[in-house]
């Protein structure tokens, strides 16, 4: 066998191997945007939250070697366990109010009716509004003494006397996990709209001959086909609600008295007004690591879901 | 970090945090670190100095600019600035010192000063041979860290008491001067829809700013929050509340709401600072009003108020002929002259002594604030690096006060052990 031979074989590997690096072309850009993007900030923060990380740290590049000791710090918060319990209340309340309301609204525009189009594009409003204009604004319609909702409430007799919406410790939370749901659900109908849609008219006219209409034709038709999509709302509403925080800072701070600290809310306090970044990334990471859990267990389900051929 | 919000115009105190991917926040900022190289700010130009700041309002942004580029030109440079958002320049610092692009010139909140210098950031105006004679000790405290003078403020301010002078004369109410005349004052102010008294007890370093007048003339000290003094005033806040002369939503206030309680005269006074007047000139040009120091626990007591206002400082950029440069700017920038021309244009007080005194004969509306400003102390002259955590505690525990109830020796009891 001399140099020149070349026979098929080594043709074909020699087209196998460029075709490879053709293919690997194509995935780079999107392999260093994940990378450079989410991959770095994520080991940024990771190794962040090991160290002794200052203000310091960002004009030197030096930072010393802290263990677990932000880690222990963190735990050791005594904020920690309110804004755990406030992330779970905000978390799941939200999600529940935004997917029910939502849900009834899709299957409310679901039926065409003079103007339903342009009705569905107006809910989509609170998604259009930054997050930070919708906080102002909710600010005033939920101050004490002139907002526009205590002087409705009293109006029309429900309240003898004004709530004070986000200055009192026992309200606050519900004021925002209310401004949140609304928020949320323009996302949710969406979603759930779309989903409802693709459910083929047919089988509601066959239901309707074995008798399923109403609550059956929604409890055994429209849910179960839905299910796909509900499990991605649910799913990405959790992992959207988990980390909201410029909705918090911009009404209430985390105040009023810690009633409305988020473990998302705390971290940020931690890194940008203690200026102590590496239990700031700490807590942050606590906080991916719940993010993952809820995946887990959305893939895990999923997959079962798949195999029972649902 | 108080003329940061409140500079901003008014209504709600809203601080832009589209932060993304919150876990990602602080790895975002050091990926500028990426591609650094050590020295050199970033402008080629020998020239050119480039200067940052946070004056985004029309008034302070004109007089500012044209202070700088009037002194520019007499040194033989021009200059580059760049303005950002109040909220936004801690970020920006940290992100620029990581990148090393540091400018030239750099403003800082004086709160923040000690933060950044002790990040080795900063460089010590002795460096330069900087003359700082003449400025108030107190403000050149402001801009000391660990001995050397790392900032200098050509003007400062500070908080004082604010009155509508026809709902005085109405009720004829004297101005306030004791605790115990602010609080009979603020009650028999209080009617139907209009409160005594409005002030900032939100959870921010803006509230701790409004807490500390009354903190520190009531014999209170950051460095222990476990005393009775300090308790006393939050139960001066608390009892406010509680008569209903001072709303509830004091706890979600910043000082802008408290002032627009004002200029709505839903609020018969209002704790502010100078900052805020000619918004209230321009909101509510027939309003009538005056100001005069914060009331003190007892007559004969000291008002001491915090120092607020900005310090401007020398980065270590590495480029050692443009720094001294800087230091020639920053020199004649905080001249006698220039403090008066700035100071008129801001309502804020020269912090040289002479030019204070002459500004006062001037501009004598603002003369409670000369007078609040020549006791006003400076937040972070005893803390140092501590006091961010500090003020936290404090804002945290005037709050469980206001909001749940908490005895207030408790709650400062709970603070000060918080700080360990």
């Not at chain 2, 700088?68 to 950002?84: D, N, P, Q």
């Not at chain 2, 007078?371 to 955590?389: I, M, N």
């Not at chain 2, 908490?406 to 000060?416: K, Q, R, V």
């Amino acid at each position: 066998m001399t140099a020149q031979t070349t026979t098929p074989a080594t043709v074909r590997r020699r087209r196998a191997h460029g075709s490879a690096l053709v293919r690997y072309g194509f995935i780079a850009p999107a392999v260093l945007y994940l990378a450079l993007f989410f991959g770095y900030p994520i080991v940024k923060n990771f190794t962040m939250s090991f160290q002794e990380y200052t203000s310091a740290t960002f004009f030197t590049g030096e930072a010393s070697f802290a263990g677990l000791d932000n880690y222990l710090a963190v735990l050791a918060d005594p904020v920690f366990s309110k804004a755990m319990v406030n992330t779970v209340i905000f978390t799941v309340v939200s999600i529940a109010g935004q997917f029910v309301i939502g849900m009834a609204l899709a299957l409310f525009f679901r039926r065409s009716f003079p103007l339903s189009g342009f009705l569905r594009s107006m809910l989509l409003l609170p998604w259009l509004l930054p997050m930070i204009v919708s906080a102002a604004v909710w600010r005033w319609i939920l101050e004490q003494d002139s907002g526009i909702l205590n002087q409705a409430l009293s109006t029309i007799g429900l309240i003898s006397s004004p709530i004070p919406w986000l200055s009192s410790s026992d309200t606050a939370l519900i004021a925002v996990v209310m401004v949140n749901i609304w928020l949320g659900i323009p996302f949710n109908v969406v979603l759930l709209y779309s989903g409802l849609q693709s459910i083929p008219e047919e089988l509601y006219e066959a239901g309707e001959i074995d008798g399923a209409t109403g609550w059956a034709a929604f409890r055994h038709l429209t849910l179960p086909l839905l299910r796909p999509v509900v499990s991605v709302v649910l799913l990405l509403g959790v992992i959207y609600t988990i980390k909201v925080i410029d909705l918090i800072l911009g009404l209430t701070g985390g105040g009023p008295a810690n009633a409305t600290q988020t473990i998302a809310t705390r971290s940020y306090e931690m890194s940008f007004i203690e200026f102590d970044f590496g239990q700031g990334a700490a807590l942050g990471n606590i906080l991916i690591l719940i993010a993952l859990l809820f995946s887990v267990i959305y893939l895990r389900a999923n997959a079962r879901s798949m195999k029972e051929g649902r | 970090m108080m003329s940061t919000h409140t500079s901003a115009p008014a209504g709600p105190v809203l601080r832009r945090r589209s932060l993304g991917a919150l876990a990602a926040v602080p790895g975002l900022l050091s990926l500028a670190a990426c591609g650094s190289s050590d020295g050199g700010s970033t402008s080629g130009d020998p020239s050119t100095l480039r200067v940052v700041d946070y004056y985004n309002t029309p008034a302070d942004d004109k007089v500012i600019q044209e202070t700088l580029e009037s002194v520019g030109a007499e040194v033989g440079v021009t200059i580059s600035r760049e303005k950002v958002p109040g909220d936004q320049l801690i970020q920006k610092v940290l992100q620029m010192s990581s990148s090393k692009t540091l400018p030239d010139i750099l403003m800082l909140d004086n709160p923040d000063l000690q933060e950044i210098a002790s990040s080795g950031a900063l460089a010590p105006l002795d460096d330069f041979g900087f003359d700082t004679s003449g400025i108030s000790p107190e403000i050149l405290a402001a801009g000391t860290y660990e001995g050397k003078v790392y900032g200098i403020a050509p003007t400062v301010n500070t908080i004082a008491l604010f009155f509508n002078t026809a709902m005085l004369e109405e009720a004829a109410i004297e101005p306030p001067t004791t605790w115990e005349e602010l609080t009979a004052a603020a009650k028999a102010l209080t009617h139907d829809d209009v409160y005594g008294l409005a002030f900032s007890a939100i959870a921010t370093y803006e509230g701790t700013w409004q807490f500390l007048p009354f903190m520190w003339s009531n014999g209170g000290d950051e460095t222990d929050l476990a005393t009775p003094e300090v308790a006393g005033a939050a139960q001066l806040w608390a009892d406010l509340v509680a008569d209903g002369s001072a709303s509830k939503s004091v706890v979600n206030w910043g000082q802008g709401d408290a002032m627009d309680q004002f200029k709505a005269e839903k609020a018969a006074m209002v704790v502010n600072g100078p900052w805020n007047i000619t918004g209230l000139q321009e909101d509510a040009p027939d309003l009538d009003w005056d100001v005069v120091i914060i009331p003190v626990p007892a007559a004969g007591d000291d008002s001491v108020a915090p120092l607020g206002g900005e310090v401007w400082t020398i980065p270590q950029t590495g480029d050692e002929e443009k720094q001294k440069k800087a230091a020639e700017v920053l020199q004649k920038f905080v001249s006698a002259e220039n403090q008066l021309v700035m100071g008129a244009a801001r309502n804020t007080i020269p912090s040289d002594i002479e030019a204070a005194t002459t500004f006062a004969e001037e501009h004598p509306e603002l003369a409670t604030f000369v007078e609040q400003v020549s006791t006003a102390r400076s937040r972070t002259g005893k803390l140092g690096t501590e006091w961010p955590a500090t003020a936290k505690a404090i804002y945290t525990a005037f709050q469980q006060v206001l909001v749940d109830g908490t005895d207030p020796e408790t709650a400062f009891a709970d603070a000060a052990a918080s700080l360990g």
